[in-house]
């Protein structure tokens, strides 16, 4: 899992533009450099979605519960390619059909490892079978379960800090495919995980 510190990512402007690379310790250094990233939800019949709880050896946000998997397309990789890549590595999950349902760009600030999240993020679903095969790595990935997304948005304002601060811009993308349109920057967080300018929004923004 260490060695993707070295990988490139693709720096962009907040319209998404891409001008510039960066490897992934870089662009993750404070104050931090806004680069390409995608998170996928995987989606049960039900509407449930699969959440991962990163691994302890996570750089950034251990052992916090995320979406399905995250993860930065290479520099010209497309975002389904480098999704189901990230798929395949976290998971063990075979090719997903992927549709693309927002974006939004966050900053947020980890008070465990120092680390900055500075990311326009593309947010993906797919659709998954509860029963289908799922072998996840222990590097990547301390635990997995299923989850109704209006009560783990509910959860979000409840427990902000269990959750990775990203999460909550994911789970509304979901939600409210339309969303806040790209370029709009997420309220950023504070070290203690909670949005600066309102403590009672859960991180990520709606």
Excluded at 3 to 20: K, S
Excluded at 103 to 113: C, G, H, L, N, R
Excluded at 126 to 134: E, I, K, T, V
Excluded at 156 to 181: H, I, M, T
């Amino acid at each position: 899992m260490t060695t993707r510190e070295g990988h490139l990512v693709e720096l962009v402007d907040d319209t998404g533009r891409a001008h510039g690379e960066a490897t992934v310790a870089a662009a993750h250094q404070p104050p931090g450099q806004l680069h390409r990233a995608f998170s996928v939800l995987l989606v049960d019949q039900a509407g449930r979605v699969l959440l991962q709880r990163r691994a302890a050896t996570k750089t950034r946000f251990p052992l916090r519960w995320a979406n399905s998997c995250c993860g930065h397309p290479l520099p010209g990789e497309s975002l389904t390619e480098a999704a189901n890549r990230r798929l395949g590595e976290e998971l063990g999950a075979g090719p997903v059909e992927l549709t693309e349902i927002g974006v939004y760009i966050y900053y947020a600030e980890d008070p465990t490892t120092g680390r900055v999240e500075f990311e326009y993020d593309h947010v993906l679903r797919g659709d998954f079978r509860p029963d289908a095969a799922l072998r996840p790595d222990p590097d990547e990935v301390a635990e997995l379960r299923w989850v109704d997304p209006t009560v783990l948005e509910a959860d979000l304002d409840a427990e902000p800090c269990a959750y990775a601060p990203w999460l909550g811009g994911v789970v509304n993308r979901l939600l409210r495919p339309s969303g806040p349109p790209a370029g709009r920057l997420e309220p950023a967080v504070n070290p203690s995980g909670l949005p600066a300018d309102d403590a009672s929004e859960r991180p990520g923004g709606r």
